[in-house]
């Protein structure tokens, strides 16, 4: 019986570990976040319409279409967070306070189509005193920022190499496709690490100081760094960085 009443708790352990880890993922943005890359690819295929034959054009749909498809992306990011936040709780208790919330609400709009669109030529210069350049560069350096935005816009850039590599196969060796991805990685980090502070003053423009200290100070806890070490992990997940779209398996139902 002991052992019986063991199991049934260790179950519902479980059951509520695994919803606080959705709760997580809706908390901290990432549905919409996911959205938003949507409506970006969207934009990516449409700029290549002109440039390319029907038959190149409808591979490159078909394929990013594919890689990456909502339901996949979701449980790709989903699984790779559970498998790598042991505990989401701190973070949990973190991004569904109202600080957390306005953190979510900053970062999501500043990924918008309109916000995007906007800013199409680059951000303009945000002032900040020496404070507040401070407590950026901790935020800076606590957040994966560079690393994500990097692999992002790698994602967004290989959809055309995804679709030649489909249509001629061997066109590109493994390793040499391999070492070409990492090259582009490294330059797309330092172009943008040579901008982050600039890039996060602006998407945190509505943050005060202290509001900004508090923010750091979560990033740079053991709990903010296991959570944004399982962050990066799951957005490479869910863009499937390093796969081909012609290995990538259609999503299953229900997460």
């Known amino acids: 019986m002991r052992a019986v009443l063991a199991t049934l708790m260790l179950l519902c352990s479980l059951t509520v570990f695994a919803d606080d880890h959705a709760r997580l993922y809706q908390s901290a943005g990432w549905p919409l976040q996911r959205a938003h890359f949507g409506e970006a690819l969207s934009a990516a295929q449409q700029r290549y319409r002109g440039s390319l034959p029907p038959a190149v054009y409808q591979a490159l749909v078909d394929n990013s279409n594919k890689r990456f498809a909502a339901a996949a992306m979701d449980q790709r990011a989903d699984a790779a967070l559970r498998m790598q936040l042991g505990d989401p ?7 569904e306070s109202p600080l957390g919330r306005k953190i979510v609400a900053a970062e999501t709009h500043a990924t918008s189509r309109e916000q995007l669109a906007a800013n199409a030529n680059g951000l303009p210069a945000t002032p900040a005193d ?30 055309a190499a995804d679709s030649l590599s489909s249509m001629l196969p061997g066109l590109f060796g493994g390793a040499q496709t391999q070492m070409l ?37 979560f990033a740079q806890s053991a709990d903010g ?19 081909p779209a012609s290995e990538l398996q259609p999503a299953q139902q229900g997460i």
């Open 89 to 95: 709780r701190p973070a949990l208790r973190f991004f």
């Open 181 to 217: 991805v990492q090259s582009q990685r490294e330059r797309l980090q330092q172009q943008i690490e040579a901008d982050i502070d600039n890039i996060l003053l602006h998407v945190y423009r509505d943050l005060s100081d202290p509001e900004l200290e508090e923010f750091a100070s």
């Open 225 to 243: 760094q296991a959570y944004y070490r399982a962050a990066l992990a799951a957005l490479r997940a869910a863009l499937a960085a390093g796969e």
């Open 130 to 159: 020496a404070t507040r350049r401070l407590l950026i560069r901790h935020l800076a350096q606590a957040l994966p920022a560079t690393e994500a935005g990097a692999e992002v816009s790698l994602a967004l850039a290989s959809v």
